[in-house]
């Protein structure tokens, strides 16, 4: 009697009964917030500062969609989540979205009972290596020793490469991305691997940053996107059509500057529907009608948020190359919004 | 040859002699040195006695030298050619030497405090926001003031703050830390109070006999039901009340602040189950045994690491759809388990120690079986193993740095978040930071022993007749 | 009494009934645990199996004695041999481990209860900063330490000229090539060292027969050393080696030592080994200590008024008894190092924990059964140790009267 301690409050409060199918809609709306599912720590796509307030691209993501359906792009809240526990945590309904870069492949779409709800950044798998090794071509590094993070499918990707090329490799995996570029840094491995848009994000962490070249090959496709559970239409199409918008917006030149302006000044017919001045957009999505324009407001569109957080004035300098839109010479490609 | 009687005797002490200060190798400074030092090297008697004369020779010379240098080596750095401070927060330029392009001399190596004293805040807390860490620290506080209370002898009152310290703090602890507001509805907790009530008063009137005389023996285990319905829904009204304070999520923890909340949460919760597995350990019924040995066998044959795997990964398996755990609270209930598991063995050592004779003299009473464990054989055995359970509890501290594999920002996860920090990115970031960090968990843990070894002279003076 | 109060006052009927209650609230709890869980793998699309074990692992994984053993190919080795490699790397480190932690944990004993006080201070020192601080934290201290300490991939330093070196990616040694022959000195081995066991039992029968003794221990060394060098002269050398070749002209790639001469230790197994033993030694000092205090002056001052020396008396009678007092915590610390071992995941050495509950987890997704695999290696070695101990306490057990 005397012993009901803190572990039986703490289940008697934090038991929060969810429902896990359909209807992620009706629960967030009743919670007031989303949870959303990010990463551990990745500068420019989601990285807590010290006071515990999350930037970065994935991190955008979420809070698009939480100025979609709340109005408040602070509305959410961030579950720090390893690559082991990604996808448990979505499926068991600990999380409504996961926004982690997490790469879209066909085994996690039918396997793990999740949906991809969209591409935000279009990656893929290069090389780091240090400049002194005189290496300029994947293909010199026969025999060398690879340090990586475990539990990605980095490691299998980097093992397919060196098997087709014929070459032989040694490979040394770590649990955290921070331990893996400090062995990299101590000269354990001659080549340190992971997503090209992981690499500029860990290269501000070598001692000597502009002593190390990242490789011109990129060994494999890599699509990050939003993920969220299977069975739930509703969410999904808020989700992706979230990423439409900012992408849409970016192509039609709406930022968060001038988005205001078109609210009461001409517009075209596809910035007005855009916005929700015409058409019942917003409601079949069942959200309110200026959904779009909470999301551009707030958040930015696709191209104001890349600039902020992985653009090449931010130390990870990745140039819009294949993100840039289609009409740019990218592949970003957004249904249109009628 | 006859020897006259004057000269019979050589020599006839008229006073007694003057005292002589004692040889050289047992006074003084060189006495001292001998003893300590030296006479460990001399004994030269016998083939073995020599090589290990020689022997301890060459180990005194190598640890002198060696450990001079290392410890020399680890003082520069820590405090001789430290920086200490970064007055024009130019961040990690002022611990850059000039081949870096900052203003130290070349091939210089010395701690960067200004880092570990920016990073100090979230070494502590973790994310904690800065507005409400005052609840944290009043939490410390009532804490420490709390356990000072019970451990220092002189004070009255010290089991009822003992007691208090372990049903109400938890509780405080909680809506301080987490901000109360759970969401029970007021209508569902004074419904259970009062069904509780009811049971109670109806198990009190069946003991006066109102109810009939079979209903009179079974009144006590109905008047405990009814306080367990009690008590429960007290603490979830409890835990409910809207203080006013903003909530925080268990994910902006962190820090010394997990570090100490697994760890005491852990000994604290697995207390009642590990007395309750000693017990059935050595109890007469085999299933009870059986079960027993089973469980306390699976939880400590196996690592904590996979503990805390199994508690993060599989643990919302288990759990009904819909039931959602907490983070903090997966790894708290793997922490739990596993560490009832050795608080089992240490209370049934003490549970071993007791004299049967005490058992036959609580039988000869007519205690029943829980009469006796309550007031004859636990206090004696839980004062026997109180340096027990501070050892467990200082093992389960240091092990509390495993979760920083299953992304819990503990200080260990904490110091590496805080190393991996691009402003403060320098050669002896990681290694100043790992050194604080590891000053402090030896600073904790060492100071822990010493009470624990202090406890234990203590309970055997006192116990020696 | 009436019959229904007898329920709860008559002892033995309660503890009938309690049981009971035990036993069919347990199958109640195990039932909705596994209905629950049933239900939540369905919804995720996963069943319950094990032939997962049959499909090709597609990872690397670092050369240890594990990737040797079991002749790991990536493209054509399944994940039950990852599941083995995992338990021989495990048992390797824990293996030495044990036998670094002894040796180094009775020197440390020893030393702390020495006259000298450089020694006694230095083992007290030892003793107190390792205990105090977590594994995990002296583990990456001595991986980045020895990390940083070691010269680059294309340096090394030489520990014997041209047949051992080390540097950041392993110590490398020669490598042992069994050729046609060795099985027969193999058998020597082990029959040599049969007869020492047997001499020694012979001698101590003739000592307890005709008291006079025979120096067994040292002729059956002997016989082990010399008689096996004498058949390995005999069979013509069968053991050749093969030597780490160290290469530091040609493309930088190709610098280095060469992969496929000699054998490696990697630089995560020396942390790891060095970290586990260091700090499990720690614990067996204070262990040693409180064991040789635990028996009482009386026995030596007995002994040498019988008139043995020094050596004789640690040996025949103080050993014997501390070891009494020494072995239950002894053991209970080798299970503690190696259930340490499984730290390793932190700093990728591949044991059980890192690869087949970490990375290949990872890929296949079967939580349940693999988690299960992993933790009855666990469990059967607790349960030999601590089924061990049980039967060496009450060997030499002090009976009661």
Known sequence: MKKLSLIVAGVAALTAASAVQAGTLEDVRAKGFIQCGVSQGLPGFSNPDDSGNWTGLDVDMCRAVAAAVFGDASAVKYSPLSAKQRFTALSSGEIDILSRNTTWTMTRDTQLGLNFAGVNYYDGQGMMVPTALGVSAATELDGANICTNTGTTTELNITDFFRANGMSFNLVAFEKADEVVAAYDAGRCDVYTTDRSGLAAQRGKLTNPDAHVVLPEIISKEPLGPVVRQGDDVWFNIVRWSLNAMINAEEMGITSDNVNKLTFNEKTPAEARFIGTEGTFGKELGLADDWAYQIISQVGNYGESYEAHVGPNTPLKLDRGVNALWSQGGILYAAPIR | MAVSKKQKYAFIRSEDAPVLPPPASQAGITGWLWQNIFASMADYSSLGASIISLMVALLSVCILYFGGIQIYGLIDFAIFSAVWSDPQVIKREACWTVDQGGALPSGWHGACWPFVMAKHKFIMYGPYPSEELWRVNLTGLIGLLGLGWVLFERLPYRKQVGAALLTLYPLLAFILLTGGNSGASFGSVSLWLIIGLAIISVGRMGKRGFLGATFTEFSGLIGFAGWVFVIYNAIRGMAAVDFGLEPIDTRDWGGVLITLVVAITGIVASLPLGIILALGRRSEMPVARLLSTIFIEFWRGIPLITVLFMASVMLPLFMPEGVNFDNLLRALIGVMLFSAAYMAEVVRGGLQAIDKGQYEGAQAMGLSYWQTMRLVILPQALTHVIPGIVNTFIGLFKDTTLVSIVGIFDLLGAGQSAISDAAWSTPVQALTMYIYIAVLFFIFCFGMSRYSIYMENKLSKSRSH | ?401
């Open chain 3, 1 to 401: 009494m009436s019959r229904t109060s007898s329920f709860i006052y008559d002892r033995q009927i309660r503890g009938i009934i309690f049981q009971m209650f035990l036993v069919f609230g347990l199958l109640l709890g195990a039932w909705w645990l596994g209905n629950n869980t049933l239900i939540n793998l369905a919804e995720q699309g996963k069943s319950l199996g094990f032939n997962f074990l049959e499909q090709t692992s597609g990872f690397q994984i670092s050369s240890t004695l594990g990737t040797w053993a079991m002749e790991y190919n990536v493209g054509t080795s399944t994940y039950l041999d990852v599941y083995f490699i995992g338990i021989i790397n495990t048992f390797l480190v824990a293996a030495l481990g044990i036998i670094a932690a002894t040796f180094l944990g009775f020197a440390l004993g020893i030393m702390r209860l020495s006259q000298n006080m450089v020694v006694k201070g230095f083992a007290t020192v030892y003793v107190e900063v390792l205990r105090n601080v977590p594994l995990l934290l002296q583990l990456f201290f001595w991986y980045f330490a020895v990390l940083r300490a070691l010269p680059s991939r294309r340096g090394q330093v030489e520990i014997f000229e041209g047949a051992a070196g080390i540097n950041i990616t392993g110590l490398y040694l020669p490598a042992p090539i069994a050729q046609s022959g060795a099985g027969v000195l193999g058998l020597a081995f082990i029959l040599f060292v049969g007869i020492a066991i047997w001499l020694k039992r012979w001698a101590k029968k003739r000592q307890y027969e005709t008291g006079q003794i025979f120096p067994a221990f040292w002729v059956g060394l002997g016989l082990i050393v010399f008689g096996t060098s004498l058949v390995y002269l005999l069979m013509g050398q069968p053991i050749d080696w093969s030597f780490p070749v160290f290469k530091d002209t040609g493309p930088a790639l190709r610098r280095g030592f060469q992969i496929g001469d000699g054998m490696v230790i990697v630089p995560e197994f020396i942390a790891v080994w060095l970290a586990l033993s260091l700090y499990t030694a720690a614990f067996i000092a204070e262990i040693v200590r409180a064991g040789i205090l635990a028996v009482s002056k009386g026995q030596t001052e007995a002994s040498y008024s019988l008139g043995l020396r020094p050596g004789v008396t640690l040996r025949l009678v103080i050993i014997p008894q501390a070891l009494r007092v020494i072995i239950p915590p002894l053991t209970s610390q080798y299970l503690n190092l190696t259930k340490n071992s499984s730290l390793a995941v932190a700093i990728a050495y591949p044991e059980l924990v890192s690869i087949f509950a970490g990375t290949a987890l990872n890929q296949v997704g079967k939580e349940i059964e693999m988690i299960a695999m992993m933790m009855s290696v666990y469990l059967t070695f607790s349960l030999l140790t601590s089924a061990f101990m049980n039967w060496f306490n009450a060997r030499v057990k002090l009976v009661d009267r």
